[in-house]
């Protein structure tokens, strides 16, 4: 036998009902390819000993001499029942059929028709020798030039096999050699196939409710270039945007530079352009993950100052500045890294203070495990310590993704169980330790694929993905994929917005740090950069304080209530900031105080760490506290009660080193109300601390 090509095909998963009881089908359908299309990698080529070709929804094999096949190892559950299907036509004097239970083009068993499909043989191949089971036998009631379905039931060591339904032949004495499969024909034969099938029962943990519907859409050919890698896809949250990798020529390397394609308004992508310096230089440059607002990108590799690349593994960070250019990229400092090895990926998490890397596991050399790093208050990064063996295994785990709720993990794995090749797999994290995971579920055969699939990326929406799999000439290309619910993270909210001088309206460059409420723990970070324009995406059914600082003006910080966001939503909220100049005014709107009284609650700690924080970095401002409250009791007690909150903070200050000559503090009580005091709510607005700049 002469194997011609090993290639691959796709799965589709799902359950079928049985038939009648001597053909009772395993629960679940691992494959059902009908050839409509190729995106299951067939070879397609014609030389002298015959031809390989798509015609009309089959797949043509037509051979001259020798034996074609076309082989892929099937993820069959060995342990159960399972069977194969077939539908084939075949001509000529040869035989056409199935090649199954292989363990390569030598060693497999062979069910396939001859003399233009009017008779069978079953048989198979032993160390390249060939053992006739069944001779050559009529079809039950067959004319010539017709297709028939053929089938194999095989139950513990017994094979049972059918055509058109009725069963033909029973083994007793079953040898299977291995998991290959695929189309057989033999000299002078032409077989035409029209589906292919197989059940069995899975092994693979698969995330629930996934549409038999569900399937990729390769991007085409203009992120695609044919006989060309692309790779890393990483796509803006709101979808306008996908960065992606691909090799181009330079010189007498091929190395990866880092490209970006534009949505266009019928939702395909294109006007791909490179970024150009100072991301791409003459090394491999991608794109690992983008920040919500796309100002900052992580990037592979290291770069010199004169944007050159360093032969030193590691990750660098570049930031857009306001003109819309990227600055020359920096390292991103660990405190510590496993020795240096082959591979590593890298992605920044939305809050902008947690990465995950995949790095070579020192267990398993040539293999890589996922890790997380958390950034200090110094700006570097802690020592990436393992995921946990839920997620890591003595297989290849990689490309991890951490969608914007912070929890729920895409990665890419060849130890969890799937399809073949690497497969992209979801799992979500249980607690703040990031060793406890939920146990990874396979997103199944709409998105995996016989061959190494991953690099997954999705938009804020959470409404499409977009991937790395592998073209029928064995390169990686970009697919698109639509989600369904089973496979989206957790809703969130994109926040869009600009910084503005809160005297000219203006826009200026500013820096956005979110915080979740009541913990003061990062949500998340942006840089108002290019027009004073933001952009975040945060999770939905929570509370946030959004801070903005910019040099020269005070800081400020908002509330942002997001408690009630249930689905994906877009929002637009624009942030003022007083310049520091005398006479202006900022509310402190995140003091709180227990109720009539002036001790401070903990959930003000953060908003007298930043007023900390603004004193430190201008130590030639002065301030005056102003306290206020509503018209709801004694006016003098309310006036003393409002002094006493204000004094509150200043004693704050000062124990924080703030030097008390720049620290005055007055009480109105409720004679200055900036809203009427006639509900609640207006009332909850007059109770408040002013700062107000003296000098």
């Given at each position: 036998?002469?194997?011609?090509?090993?290639?691959?095909?796709?799965?589709?998963?799902?359950?079928?009902?049985?038939?009648?009881?001597?053909?009772?089908?395993?629960?679940?359908?691992?494959?059902?390819?009908?050839?409509?299309?190729?995106?299951?990698?067939?070879?397609?080529?014609?030389?002298?000993?015959?031809?390989?070709?798509?015609?009309?929804?089959?797949?043509?094999?037509?051979?001259?001499?020798?034996?074609?096949?076309?082989?892929?190892?099937?993820?069959?559950?060995?342990?159960?029942?399972?069977?194969?299907?077939?539908?084939?036509?075949?001509?000529?004097?040869?035989?056409?059929?199935?090649?199954?239970?292989?363990?390569?083009?030598?060693?497999?068993?062979?069910?396939?028709?001859?003399?233009?499909?009017?008779?069978?043989?079953?048989?198979?191949?032993?160390?390249?020798?060939?053992?006739?089971?069944?001779?050559?036998?009529?079809?039950?009631?067959?004319?010539?030039?017709?297709?028939?379905?053929?089938?194999?039931?095989?139950?513990?060591?017994?094979?049972?096999?059918?055509?058109?339904?009725?069963?033909?032949?029973?083994?007793?004495?079953?040898?299977?050699?291995?998991?290959?499969?695929?189309?057989?024909?033999?000299?002078?034969?032409?077989?035409?196939?029209?589906?292919?099938?197989?059940?069995?029962?899975?092994?693979?943990?698969?995330?629930?409710?996934?549409?038999?519907?569900?399937?990729?859409?390769?991007?085409?050919?203009?992120?695609?270039?044919?006989?060309?890698?692309?790779?890393?896809?990483?796509?803006?949250?709101?979808?306008?945007?996908?960065?992606?990798?691909?090799?181009?020529?330079?010189?007498?390397?091929?190395?990866?530079?880092?490209?970006?394609?534009?949505?266009?308004?019928?939702?395909?992508?294109?006007?791909?352009?490179?970024?150009?310096?100072?991301?791409?230089?003459?090394?491999?440059?991608?794109?690992?993950?983008?920040?919500?607002?796309?100002?900052?990108?992580?990037?592979?590799?290291?770069?010199?100052?004169?944007?050159?690349?360093?032969?030193?593994?590691?990750?660098?960070?570049?930031?857009?500045?306001?003109?819309?250019?990227?600055?020359?990229?920096?390292?991103?400092?660990?405190?510590?890294?496993?020795?240096?090895?082959?591979?590593?990926?890298?992605?920044?998490?939305?809050?902008?203070?947690?990465?995950?890397?995949?790095?070579?596991?020192?267990?398993?050399?040539?293999?890589?495990?996922?890790?997380?790093?958390?950034?200090?208050?110094?700006?570097?990064?802690?020592?990436?310590?393992?995921?946990?063996?839920?997620?890591?295994?003595?297989?290849?785990?990689?490309?991890?993704?951490?969608?914007?709720?912070?929890?729920?993990?895409?990665?890419?794995?060849?130890?969890?169980?799937?399809?073949?090749?690497?497969?992209?797999?979801?799992?979500?994290?249980?607690?703040?330790?990031?060793?406890?995971?939920?146990?990874?579920?396979?997103?199944?055969?709409?998105?995996?694929?016989?061959?190494?699939?991953?690099?997954?990326?999705?938009?804020?929406?959470?409404?499409?993905?977009?991937?790395?799999?592998?073209?029928?000439?064995?390169?990686?290309?970009?697919?698109?994929?639509?989600?369904?619910?089973?496979?989206?993270?957790?809703?969130?909210?994109?926040?869009?917005?600009?910084?503005?001088?809160?005297?000219?309206?203006?826009?200026?460059?500013?820096?956005?740090?979110?915080?979740?409420?009541?913990?003061?723990?990062?949500?998340?970070?942006?840089?108002?950069?290019?027009?004073?324009?933001?952009?975040?995406?945060?999770?939905?059914?929570?509370?946030?304080?959004?801070?903005?600082?910019a040099t020269g003006y005070l800081s400020t910080t908002e509330p942002l209530d997001l408690s009630t966001n249930a689905q994906y939503s877009e929002i637009s909220r624009d942030i003022l900031l007083t310049p520091l100049s005398a006479g202006q005014r900022i509310a402190l709107n995140n003091l709180f105080f227990q109720q009539s009284k002036p001790?401070?609650?903990?959930?003000?700690?953060?908003?007298?760490?930043?007023?900390?924080?603004?004193?430190?970095?201008?130590?030639?401002?002065?301030?005056?506290?102003?306290?206020?409250?509503?018209?709801?009791?004694?006016?003098?007690?309310?006036?003393?009660?409002?002094?006493?909150?204000?004094?509150?903070?200043?004693?704050?200050?000062?124990?924080?080193?703030?030097?008390?000559?720049?620290?005055?503090?007055?009480?109105?009580?409720?004679?200055?109300?900036?809203?009427?005091?006639?509900?609640?709510?207006?009332?909850?607005?007059?109770?408040?601390?002013?700062?107000?700049?003296?000098?």
């Open positions: 036998m002469h194997h011609r090509s090993c290639l691959p095909f796709l799965f589709l998963l799902g359950v079928l009902a049985p038939a009648a009881s001597a053909q009772t089908l395993p629960p679940n359908l691992l494959l059902d390819d009908t050839f409509d299309d190729n995106r299951q990698g067939w070879r397609v080529a014609a030389d002298a000993n015959g031809s390989f070709a798509f015609e009309a929804g089959t797949y043509r094999v037509r051979n001259q001499q020798g034996v074609s096949l076309e082989l892929k190892t099937l993820p069959l559950n060995l342990g159960a029942d399972y069977a194969l299907e077939a539908t084939v036509q075949q001509q000529g004097d040869g035989r056409g059929g199935l090649f199954w239970g292989a363990a390569d083009d030598d060693n497999g068993n062979v069910f396939a028709l001859e003399n233009d499909g009017r008779s069978y043989v079953i048989g198979r191949w032993q160390k390249g020798k060939w053992e006739e089971l069944r001779p050559a036998t009529a079809v039950p009631g067959s004319a010539s030039g017709k297709p028939h379905t053929l089938r194999v039931l095989v139950h513990g060591n017994e094979a049972r096999y059918y055509i058109d339904g009725a069963e033909v032949w029973k083994q007793a004495a079953l040898r299977t050699y291995g998991t290959y499969l695929g189309p057989y024909a033999s000299r002078q034969a032409e077989l035409r196939l029209d589906r292919l099938r197989a059940w069995h029962k899975a092994s693979i943990r698969l995330a629930p409710d996934l549409p038999l519907t569900m399937q990729r859409e390769h991007l085409g050919l203009a992120l695609n270039e044919p006989d060309v890698r692309e790779t890393n896809p990483r796509v803006s949250p709101d979808g306008r945007q996908l960065y992606f990798a691909r090799d181009v020529r330079q010189g007498d390397a091929q190395n990866l530079d880092v490209f970006v394609a534009q949505r266009q308004p019928d939702g395909r992508y294109a006007d791909v352009q490179p970024l150009g310096k100072p991301l791409n230089n003459e090394g491999n440059n991608a794109v690992e993950s983008i920040t919500p607002d796309g100002n900052t990108a992580l990037l592979m590799n290291l770069y010199k100052p004169d944007g050159s690349s360093r032969p030193e593994r590691g990750a660098s960070v570049a930031r857009r500045r306001p003109d819309g250019s990227w600055s020359t990229p920096e390292q991103v400092r660990f405190r510590a890294l496993p020795p240096a090895a082959e591979r590593a990926d890298y992605f920044l998490a939305a809050s902008g203070n947690v990465m995950l890397l995949a790095l070579d596991a020192p267990t398993h050399p040539q293999k890589c495990d996922l890790y997380v790093s958390h950034q200090t208050p110094k700006g570097d990064w802690t020592e990436p310590k393992p995921l946990g063996a839920t997620i890591n295994t003595p297989g290849d785990d990689y490309a991890p993704y951490l969608a914007p709720d912070g929890r729920t993990l895409y990665f890419a794995s060849s130890g969890h169980p799937g399809f073949g090749g690497d497969d992209i797999f979801v799992t979500t994290r249980l607690d703040e330790t990031w060793t406890k995971w939920s146990p990874p579920l396979n997103l199944g055969p709409g998105i995996n694929t016989l061959q190494d699939d991953g690099y997954f990326s999705v938009t804020a929406s959470g409404d499409h993905a977009f991937l790395v799999g592998t073209n029928d000439r064995g390169n990686y290309d970009l697919y698109r994929v639509a989600l369904p619910p089973a496979l989206r993270p957790k809703a969130t909210v994109l926040v869009r917005g600009r910084t503005l001088d809160a005297r000219t309206n203006q826009p200026i460059v500013a820096d956005i740090k979110v915080e979740l409420q009541p913990k003061g723990t990062a949500a998340g970070e942006a840089r108002a950069a290019t027009a004073g324009r933001f952009q975040l995406t945060l999770p939905g059914g929570s509370a946030y304080v959004v801070r903005a600082t001790d401070l609650l903990p959930t003000s700690q953060p908003e007298l760490d930043r007023l900390v924080q603004v004193l430190k970095d201008n130590p030639d401002l002065k301030i005056r506290l102003e306290g206020h409250t509503d018209n709801q009791g004694d006016p003098k007690l309310n006036v003393k009660l409002s002094e006493e909150r204000v004094q509150h903070v200043q004693q704050y200050l000062v124990g924080q080193g703030i030097a008390a000559a720049r620290l005055q503090t007055v009480g109105f009580g409720g004679s200055k109300p900036v809203a009427p005091n006639d509900n609640e709510y207006n009332r909850r607005k007059n109770r408040r601390v002013e700062l107000v700049v003296t000098e």
